[in-house]
């Protein structure tokens, strides 16, 4: 990739040994750049090096935790030393849990929160302090669709990323006095990489990203775009706007749709026993893939057709709501008249 005068640039990326942290590295690595890839398993990191280092890219490995920012220093230490500095910080770092709120144990659901909120705060505090330090930087923060919806059974991942946008914002708004420094926030709807099945879990049925499900390399492709050509936020996912407008617009049929959806279309036939899954502790390596199992040719069809007839429902109710108000604005200025 390069910047605007050649050079290749140094990319960080935590969360990088599996889903769209593993594509966006193989992604950077093929554009020619420097990566430092972070994680908490030192094998799964090992493996996605090998498969960088194939593409010509120089790869420093460093095993860092999001809910140890002194591990994150040790990140930003290593860049400086290997390659000079920081131009890109990607954090995909996430956890995640199903569950009806009050079967999730708090010490899982305040798990999840750290990781995903305040691990994601801690990235940001140690990129910022290096982008002051050398005037400019990209910092790539990858958020969710369910940062701007809600769905049941998972609020401490829905809690998390809502907070994450609203960070983003915030760090937009305090860094416009540094014109070099760029905050962006990439925020893809459902994915297909292994953190579904990964989940914690006390829902009894495996998790699963509702239709219509995106590669993780259409996110890492995304990530790449706002490295060269930075943006508040990128949506990447063909049936969110219509979800987000929905969720905004028409509330309480989105409420009254949106349990038996996500019974239907995200959770699986799959029986599953209580389980902390990666969320306190990285699971082995065979887990760390860039894709999951949930393709669109995985997903059953009566699953697939509930989530169609919902989002026509949605649609379709949505262009009624929004015709009747228009039609309404103009039945009253006739009268006005």
């Known amino acids: 990739m390069g910047d ?3 050079r ?3 990319v960080v990326i935590t969360g990088a040994s599996s889903g769209v942290g593993l594509a966006a590295a193989r992604a950077f690595a093929e554009a020619g750049d420097r990566l430092v890839l972070a994680a908490r398993s ?3 990191l090992d493996a996605v090096a090998a498969q960088c280092r194939a593409a010509g890219a120089p790869v420093r490995v460093v095993t860092a935790d999001v809910t140890r920012p002194e591990t994150l220093d040790e990140v930003a230490a290593a860049a ?3 390659f000079g500095g920081v131009d890109v910080w990607v954090h995909t770092a996430a956890v995640m849990v199903y569950g009806r709120f009050e079967d999730v144990p708090a010490g899982i659901f305040d798990r999840v929160v750290h990781t995903d909120l305040l691990g994601a705060a801690a990235v940001a505090r140690v990129a910022l302090a290096r982008f002051r330090a050398q005037r400019g930087g990209v910092l790539i923060l990858a958020g969710s669709l369910l940062g701007s919806i809600v769905a049941p059974y998972m609020s401490a991942y829905v809690a998390s990323k809502w907070g994450l946008k609203g960070l983003v914002r915030s760090l937009r708004q305090e860094t416009r006095d540094a014109p070099g420094i760029h905050v962006c926030l990439v925020a893809p709807g459902a994915v297909n990489t292994p ?9 009894g049925r495996v998790g699963r990203p509702p239709p219509p499900v995106d590669p993780p ?16 936020m990128l949506t990447v996912g063909a049936a969110d706007l219509v979800t987000r407008v929905a969720f905004t617009a028409l509330p309480g049929l989105y409420d009254l ?4 959806l996500m019974r239907a279309g995200g959770l699986s036939r799959e029986p599953v026993a209580p389980t902390p899954g990666n969320v306190l502790a990285p699971l082995p390596a065979s887990t760390h893939t860039v894709h999951g199992s949930w393709g669109r040719q995985r997903l059953p069809r009566p699953a697939g057709a509930v989530a169609a007839l919902g989002a026509v429902a949605l649609t379709g109710a949505l262009t009624g709501a929004l015709t009747g ?4 604005r103009l039945g009253g200025r006739g009268r006005r008249r």
């Open 4 to 6: 605007h005068i050649g």
């Open 42 to 44: 030192r094998p799964a």
């Open 325 to 328: 108000a228009v039609v309404r």
């Open 80 to 82: 400086v030393a290997e």
């Open 8 to 10: 290749p640039r140094t």
């Open 195 to 203: 953190i579904y099945r990964n989940a914690a879990n006390f829902a």
């Open 217 to 232: 390399e259409k996110v890492a492709r995304a990530i790449l775009r706002c490295a060269r050509r930075p943006r508040a």
């Open 257 to 260: 749709l949106v349990g038996p």
